[in-house]
């Protein structure tokens, strides 16, 4: 009987360090990159365009445009899989 009930302290114990590495630590790191992402899209747009606008060449803006929706992509999922994990946990216990 002990056992068990030590074991179910271990795995609350492990359930509260994860929501508070994943509230104080990973959500803000997302949100973070998920905001350099936006503006590194945006930086793309601005750039497409002005390169639109003279004749100039595109591509550095069409691949910013890219890059920032593949980290935004990323960064979604990364909050999914967090989510996720989260959510497993709580259905240890």
Do not use: C, R, Y
């Not at 601005?46 to 639109?52: H, K, Q, T, W």
């Amino acid at each position: 009987l002990t056992v068990n009930t030590a074991n179910a302290q271990d795995v609350e114990l492990a359930q509260e360090f994860i929501n508070k590495v994943s509230i104080a630590i990973l959500d803000p790191l997302i949100g973070l990159a998920f905001v350099v992402a936006v503006a590194v899209f945006i930086w793309g747009i601005i750039g497409f365009i002005n390169a639109l606008n003279s004749g100039g060449d595109t591509k550095p803006g069409k691949s910013h445009m890219i890059w920032g929706i593949v980290g935004m992509t990323i960064m979604i999922s990364a909050f999914g899989i967090i989510n996720m994990i989260k959510s497993f946990t709580d259905s240890i216990l």
